[in-house]
């Protein structure tokens, strides 16, 4: 069990690092040059599409990070598991307050200031999910 919680989390990690640094270098930097008149309607599809590909590997990283603080498995240092919890919690709280309201904005009242507000202020949830993939790969070496 505890082989599988490991890769289960390793690979939604994975994911999700894949998805921030694309958001990050890729799709944000494009929403900032998105024509005003444009911005709302893809504002809208991107929170839709966005949460069909997020939803899954973010649901798994979380119910594996609970796991993995509930039973941490031999071998694996109990602070990594901390340590990675609380770097996916820096990632959820920053797309709560600070992501998801610009998004918000972006539907509301479009203009390209919020495209690249999104840039700036996602720093911290790309580096925090890429931690939460470097210390997923350092649990699942020590647990094997």
């Known amino acids: 069990m505890d082989d599988f919680v490991l890769t289960a989390h390793l690979a939604s990690a994975c994911i999700m690092v894949g998805v921030i640094w694309f958001v990050q270098l890729v799709h944000y930097p494009l929403l900032a040059v998105v024509p005003v008149e444009s911005a ?56 709560i307050f600070l992501s998801v309201p610009r998004h ?8 390209a200031q919020v495209g690249k507000e999104l840039v700036q202020t996602n720093w911290p949830r790309t580096i925090a999910w890429t931690m939460c993939g470097f210390l997923a790969a350092v649990m699942l070496l020590q647990g094997m």
């Open 40 to 95: 709302k309607q893809v504002a809208e599809k991107h929170q839709k599409w966005t949460g069909i590909v997020v939803g899954p590997p973010m649901a798994v990283e979380g119910v594996s990070t609970l796991i993995l603080w509930a039973n941490t498995p031999s071998g694996v240092w109990w602070w990594l598991t901390w340590a990675n919890g609380a770097c996916l919690a820096v990632a959820l709280l920053c797309t």
């Open 104 to 111: 918000a904005r972006m539907v509301e009242a479009p203009d």
